[in-house]
């Protein structure tokens, strides 16, 4: 079919010219071809000439918004999230002006820039895979969903899909009560209306496969996506792009369940699809190669998971793609992985990329921010740049109250580092003050241990300081802590003996 098309765009290019409106309607159709065929360079080629000729000679029309919703669509198969946003939102302000804002056309492009491009098989849609999880997708999806109900009944395809995608962002957020509860209206649609056999029905089996495994219904969950990948293997072969979607999450489960051989052999065969159908330098294939390497990674094969990690980095950086959740996540592991290995340039280099892109992805003041920040301060303190590592670290800690509060357990932790850097640096007065504030809230939070190893050193540093009485106190009560915890026999105990002064003893 591709051939056909690229025939007609010759012969009526030679007799109308390149930018005759024709022209445009051919190179839209070949992109469609293109784009079934996961062809995603071809199509984004087709639609990109095709929009660029519409938009010429005739501005703002339905047709321009059709191309540019399908152009949208791959682009964000291909990891161009941000170009993929733009030209979703294009399509909408053309059809909410040319049909008004309750058009059933309006909805459509609304679940689309949420989420729901059919060519991504509920795996998120631009925002969700973007992971971006905030009010703009569900805005999005719900209003799309009060237009449809205007125009549909409760039981259509179309309803479902918006279901559908309202559940994997339930999911994306942990409420698993609303992504279940979603999910399966979405699944009851679909199979009243299709039956068994069917690829939609396959994809939301596919969605409540992995609810279910957030619920830790491992069994069900199991069943759902095994179900799921022998609906697509019926219909659509072995080699297709769906199946590869259900042996990733397969994977995904085998790994959680411990069972690493098999979790690798689905991986690698999803990994062997998606180089056979979209070629290596393919952002999907970037995404399979990153979860081979964290089965490596799990197996303890660190210089395998490294290559691999390796490899799907070096073809994001040749694809540009920096500023999505998978990207920040690779950049992450390889900083520690450098780290671990002494190679503290080359780690600092790949934390500051993962910081930036968690700050494109999701803005200054996010825990993933504050997590890179951490991580940076404690590469930073293992070469002894005390300054460096003290700022980072309260930086980090800034973010975590003022997202988390200022009694939560990642606060402490925080703060316990940051009475290490004081301590290190000298100033043994600041460090004791911090490490009485994260002691206060491991005890009031009831974590017991936390507590018991908090007060040990809080101890040590008053001993530092002279303050032997103090002192004492604190280590008393790490041992009363640690045996209620672990047992007054306990190996762990005995160690915090050691630090009792021998009449305490």
């Known amino acids: 079919a591709a051939a056909k098309y690229e025939l007609a765009e010759a012969e009526f290019t030679a007799k109308l010219g390149m930018e005759h409106l024709s022209v445009a309607t051919i190179l839209h159709n070949m992109a469609n071809v293109y784009k079934n065929q996961a062809d995603f360079k071809q199509a984004i080629d087709c639609y990109g000439r095709s929009r660029d000729i519409r938009k010429k000679h005739e501005g703002s029309t339905l047709a321009l918004a059709d191309t540019l919703n399908n152009l949208s669509g791959v682009l964000a198969m ?6 993929s946003i733009e030209g979703c939102e294009q399509a909408l302000e053309i059809k909410k002006e040319k049909l008004g804002p309750h058009h059933l056309d ?96 396959a994809g939301s089996m596919h969605t409540q496969g992995l609810i279910r495994k957030q619920e830790g219904r491992v069994r069900e969950a199991m069943e759902m996506l095994k179900d799921a990948l022998g609906i697509r293997k019926s219909i659509l072969g072995p ?19 411990g069972k690493l051989d098999r979790a690798l052999d689905k991986s690698l065969a999803a990994l062997q699809i998606r180089e056979g159908l ?26 395998v998971a490294f290559e691999r990690f390796k490899e799907s980095l070096d073809i994001r950086d040749e694809l540009k793609l920096d500023s999505d959740k998978d990207s920040a996540e690779l950049l992450q592991y390889l900083a520690m992985m450098n780290s671990n290995l002494n190679r503290f340039e080359e780690a600092l280099g790949l934390m500051e990329r993962a910081k930036d892109a968690q700050i494109k992805l999701q803005g200054h003041d996010h825990l993933n921010v504050a997590n890179a920040l951490n991580t940076m301060a404690a590469v930073y303190f293992n ?3 005390l300054e460096e590592a003290k700022n980072l670290c309260e930086e980090s800690l800034a973010i975590r109250q003022k997202v988390l ?17 004081y301590e290190t640096i000298g100033d043994r007065a600041k460090a004791v003050s911090l490490c009485r504030d994260a ?61 009792l002064a021998p009449s305490s003893q």
């Open 78 to 83: 291909n990891g161009n999230f941000r170009e």
């Open 106 to 201: 309006v909805g459509t492009l609304l679940n689309n820039s949420g989420g729901g491009y059919p060519l991504l098989n509920n795996s998120g849609g631009v925002y969700l895979k973007q992971g971006t999880i905030d009010d703009r997708p569900e805005f999005a999806f719900l209003e799309a969903l009060r237009i449809k109900q205007q125009h549909l009944p409760e039981d259509h395809v179309e309803i479902a899909e918006i279901y559908g995608n309202l559940a994997t962002l339930g999911r994306m957020r942990k409420d698993t009560a609303s992504a279940s509860e979603y999910g399966d209206k979405a699944l009851k649609i679909l199979q009243s209306q299709y039956g068994t056999n069917n690829l939609r029905v």
């Open 239 to 257: 080699q297709h792009l769906e199946v590869a979607y259900s042996l990733d999450a397969i994977s995904d489960l085998l790994l959680e369940q």
């Open 278 to 303: 979209l070629g290596r330098n393919h952002y999907e294939v970037a995404t399979n190669l990153q979860s081979v390497g964290r089965i490596y990674k799990e197996m303890g094969l660190e210089d």
């Open 383 to 385: 070469q002894s740049k």
């Open 405 to 421: 509060g200022e009694k939560h357990l990642d606060v402490a932790d925080t703060i316990s580092n940051l009475s290490n850097v």
């Open 439 to 499: 002691l206060n809230i491991y005890v009031s939070e009831g974590k017991q241990e936390a507590a018991g190893y908090e007060s040990q050193h809080l101890g040590q540093l008053l001993q530092g300081l002279g303050k032997s009485d103090e002192a004492q106190e604190c280590f008393s009560r790490t041992v009363k802590l640690l045996a209620e915890v672990h047992g007054s026999e306990s190996p762990l105990v005995a160690e915090a003996r050691a630090f």
